[in-house]
């Protein structure tokens, strides 16, 4: 059933083209609308408590998420300057979408009237004269809380803060609410220098710059992808037909996107050229060996059958290392890059899905292509090149040994100086005017990264009780002092306010003495204007604090510092907690650094299982996982070395990395395996799989290496760096497939599931052949496949007579008979099962008999190193297999003892005695 299924697009090639076709034609459809989603809860863990904690927080004390424009003068109260930012300010009020604009001209102020305290704005007319203008600069300064938040202490910046209606960023975008404040900017002329920033600007900005990369990204990768195919294959099918499995694989992922409702984000920003540069991967090694395969005398149908049974396994089993790679990353607990790791799966199995049924069906429509010359193994540079490297690697074997263990070394110290950063603002280039935007408001008027810190009283009126209003105003004196805190406001200084009003004190405490005058002084503050900083009922309360911290190990030190003054300063019944975007993104590092080593965990323990069961071999399934988890090891060293952090993006890249380079091992050993099948010489195996797969290897490593760094085109610093270190990783992971792995090769001996499986010694060679006595059938086929199988034909010879072979044969199919010098007398003829040889294998003598052929046989070559690693790989098979040699040689003495005693002794030792 499942061969039929396989060979549909050769039985109808037209049909599987047409099905192709139209599939990707209706995911084209919804492709064509992928959106982008720049918002940091994307960045955020899902489900979790925190993000649960910082929700019902902003729904008590409404959204920090604001927009500040940054107004910079000699003097931000001259008339003109204020008439600037009063006109200014009604503009933005107009804009729909707007909820609020705190600015000089409409910021609230408390006097005390005759008719008692009024509160309302605190410029009843725009100054006009230099005089009023300086009367209102008093008015300002006279209240701390304006200071830092909408006026600077020298009076050279004034800040705008503009707050929104509950709306959702794709509403945002598509109101255009930004471009309207952009442009209400760009409206005022003068000598006055003004900036924007604030987290909706910056998701914005992000948008845009998100769109403009992967517009950039497909169209180069899709360059990239075109160029390496024509430079490898120089054919017009060579580059039209795999792409046209990348192009597959792109569509249909942007389709099940839109279908799914999810966007691009921060995650899956390089998720298109990813998939160009991986996908081309199965479409390079298929249609290498097609090239190999169109020999003179082949029709198109069986160079296409041969072609897809020999890639089928080894490219089903690259691909699916390459799952497992990307499968770990939908397990952490961040949608972007969960997001990444569930569509990159999709878009890897799309496109091994059109590998096998696009390539096939197109060729076989097509006549039979001339002999390419540079793609044969024993021809071109390329091929002459990897074949010296290969040589001189097997050479230096223990060189490339202690080379590999000191970069491992050199990169364990590296991995020490690592660290985790997850900084939004980061993001962005340091030259952008979004970074200097933010950066000058930050240096002229007050950091713009909010932070809530929220006192729980856990009953009502539990905050406003004088000992936890004592215990407020502490804490917010204690946030004062932290590095990187510009200002904060609370409930205190709604209360001082007010209070020094009240008694025309302007020195006077910001919390009164008794609990009386504090109800007192609450019952003249409109609940309206403090819901910022305490809840209706007095049960939780809000400290807002406006920093210039935007690292997360800043941040997390910060919310350290806080929390743990909290609880020496409250009773253990009241809780406080630092929340906010920033302190999210901070617990998010937090989830990429656990998410990271238990993903990584994952995907080895996952690649080594199949490895080894591929394999049949444990100590073989680490053979081939070693090569390539040393270029993740030199990954984090490198980034420990030089400083560049653990993020969102460079997260990615050891789990993508191994689960990529891993397709290039699992075709070395394919090629060695059959190298080795055929010859049974180890090194030479080793030099012959890096000339065959070596060649694919390093187009395939180049093509991503450049995919790679055609991302560090991107605007954001997280991908640039992605860019570069994913580059540097598929060319470590290159170096090391070319040097490390034949040096590991000629180490061991490596037998294939798919070779146990196809292996045909009868049904029942434990039981017919003696050798295999006590094995069952699978651990017959591993013996076989342990040793090297020959082949000989009739008349030829096994082994002549005086020849010194240290070897033991097992003859597992045709006869052959034992001859003496130049005699034609058989002295016995040999069948299946029977062991020849035991002796020049035990005693290393010279052989006393030709074996010659008589049915075309084949037969099993066992010598001292295949003994041992038998021993080593599998050693419950080599204790069977020791016992039945045992039992072969004692079976052999008692024989010729009896023809001996039987004879008198003589003929019997010329005759059935003879040691071959």
Known sequence: MIARLLSIPVRAPRLTLAVMVVLTAWFGLFARSIGVDSSIENLLPSEDPDRIYYSSVRQTFGNEEITVIGVFADDVFAPATLGKIDRLSKRLAAIEGVQEVLSLTTVKGAEMLDAGLRVGRLMHELPTTPEAATGFRRQV???????????????????????????????????????????????????????????????????????????????????????????????????????????????????????AGSAITMGTLVLNPLLMVVGIASGIHVISQYYLEARPGRSAAQVVQATM??????VAIAALTTLIGFATLTWTPIPAIREFGTYAVFGIVVTLLASGTIIPAALILLPLPKRVAHLDVEGGWMVRLLGRLSEWAVQHQRAMLIAGALALIASGVGIGRMRVETNYLGFFDPASAIRTDAALIADRLAGTQ??????????????VRRENLDGLRDL????????????????????????????????????????????????????????????????????????????????????????????????ARI????????????????ALVWGQVTGLWQELAALLALLSFLFVSIRVGLLALVPNVIPAVILFGLMGWFGISLNIST???????????IDDTIHLLSSFNAELRRTGDQRRAAIYAIRSAGRAAVFISTALAAGFLIVCLSSFEPVKHFGYLSAATMGVALATELFFTPALLVTTKIVTLWDLLFLKLGPEPHKEIPLFA????????????????????????????????????????????VRRGDSDRVIRTLARGDVIGEMGLV??????????????????????????????????????VFLNLTRVLSDRLESTTDQLVEAGGGAARSESGVRV
């Open 141 to 259: 300064f006279a209240n701390p809380l304006y200071v830092k938040n909408v006026v600077s202490a020298d009076g050279r910046a004034a800040g705008i803060s503009i707050a929104f209606t509950p709306i959702s960023g794709d509403e945002f975008v598509r109101r255009g609410i930004d471009d309207q404040i952009r442009a209400a900017v760009g409206e005022m002329e003068g000598p006055e220098q003004f900036a924007i920033t604030g987290i909706p600007t910056l998701k914005v900005s992000g948008a845009r710059l998100m769109e403009a990369d992967v517009s950039k990204f497909t169209r180069l990768s899709l360059l990239l992808v075109i160029s390496v195919l024509a430079a490898m294959f120089r054919t017009v099918r060579g580059v039209l037909i795999p792409l046209a499995t990348v192009v597959t694989g792109v569509v249909w992922t942007n389709g099940l996107m839109v279908l």
């Open 575 to 590: 809780a406080v907690r630092a929340t906010g975007g920033v302190v999210l993104l901070n617990r998010s590092a937090d």
């Open 774 to 817: 006590g094995l069952r059938a699978f651990q017959a086929r591993i013996v076989v496949l342990m040793a090297h199988l020959a082949s000989a034909s009739r008349g030829s010879f096994i082994t002549r007579q005086g020849e010194m072979k240290a070897e033991l044969y097992v003859l597992l199919s045709g006869r052959a008979s």
């Open 309 to 314: 049974e020999h890639v089928r396994v080894p």
């Open 476 to 571: 917010q004196g204690f946030i004062d002092r932290q590095r990187g805190v510009d200002t904060t406001m609370s409930l205190v200084d709604y209360v001082g306010v007010v209070r020094r009003l009240l008694q025309a004190d302007p020195e006077a405490a910001p919390v009164p003495d008794t609990q009386g005058e504090i109800d007192q002084i609450l019952q003249f503050v409109d609940p309206a204007d403090i819901e910022a900083v305490v809840n209706r009922d007095f049960s939780r309360a809000n400290v807002i604090v406006r920093t210039t911290l935007s690292s997360s190990a800043e941040v997390a030190g910060f919310v350290r510092r806080v929390e743990a003054f909290a609880r020496t300063r409250f009773p």
């Open 843 to 880: 005693r290393q003598r010279p052989r006393s008999a030709d074996v010659q052929v008589v049915d075309d046989a084949e037969y099993l070559v066992l010598d001292a190193r295949f003994l041992s690693r038998l021993r080593r790989q599998y050693p419950r098979i080599a204790a069977t």
């Open 651 to 661: 997260s990615m890249i050891a789990a993508i990395a191994i689960g990529i380079s």
């Open 450 to 463: 909010p932070i809530y810190v929220v006192v729980e009283g856990g009953e009502p009126r539990a905050i």
